[in-house]
């Protein structure tokens, strides 16, 4: 056994000792107080909830907000079940889903790649970053047309416009997180005489994990609104489609129906990055498992 793998081995001892003290004594009451202050949490979030959408039924219900361009919340529901039982919403959200993914998933490799490449060898940086920050700063929604002339019609322009929107923050996110590591941990490796591939994978890539896993979830969202904006601007399949048509048509309960149904999705599939994160970064919640123990 070498001395890393006995250093690393000693460090998982300490975690799991430490995992199993916050799990014996007083673990109850320390399980009871998430449960608790996310009960809380939820119930706040919901009177917000209910506040915002009173107001605004209020509002349009007397006039103080013309009903012919925000409706009423009241409608915003019977619509959106309209379109999801017999409005072929859903397959058009399955048009808009699979843009997404696609494009989000070719962002997620192309940016992890290129924020490796950066982050260690010197010369990738030195000589590509510039680039990649100029064409960071355009304004990738105003090539929207541009890639409908180059790609058609066809879900590969609204592929490559999520690709142009991702692909810069999974990469700059990497990029970041790989910079990160703390120095001691480098030296610690070093000393211990780690290989490169072993100081990547048990010091590097842990540390940056954090900010990678923020950069997809921003990633996501933009992947979510170059699709929709996308299928907008072509007027074509999807929900963006959907959305233009209803908008031309001065249907806005139609509008906000179909709405409805992208927030319910996007809520979805980000709670489901989020559940995968917190899975793949246990280590890290008990590393700071009683660092706030004041502000509980």
Known sequence: MTALEASLEADAAVRNDF?????????????????????????IQLVLLVALFGSWQLLAATKVLNPAFVSEPSQYFPSFWHGVDGGGLLGLIGTTLYETFVGFALSALLGL????????FK??????????????????????????????????????LIVSLSFFIVAFNTFAGLQSVNRDHLL???????????????????????????????????AFLGAVVGEMLTGSDGLGGYLALKMGSFD???????LILLVIVALAVSALVRALENRL??????ELAGTHGGNQ
Request: net charge positive; proline share 5%.
């Open 188 to 222: 610690l490796s070093r000393v211990l005489g780690a290989s490169r591939r072993e100081r990547f994978f048990k010091f590097v890539l842990p540390s940056a994990t954090p900010s990678i896993f923020a950069g997809l979830q921003l990633a996501l969202t933009y």
């Open 252 to 258: 806005t309960t139609g509008f906000f129906g179909g």
């Open 113 to 120: 790649g290129a924020g490796y490449l950066l982050a260690e």
């Open 19 to 43: 995992a199993g003290g916050l799990a014996g004594g007083g673990s109850g009451q320390r399980r009871r107080r998430p449960a608790a202050k996310s009960v809380k949490v939820r119930a």
């Open 123 to 160: 010369s990738v940086d030195v000589i590509v970053r510039p680039f990649m920050t100029g064409f960071n700063s355009i304004p990738r929604i105003a090539l929207a047309p541009l890639f409908v002339l180059w790609f058609g019609l066809g879900s590969l322009s609204r592929i490559v």
């Open 281 to 286: 970064l246990r280590w890290r919640a008990i």
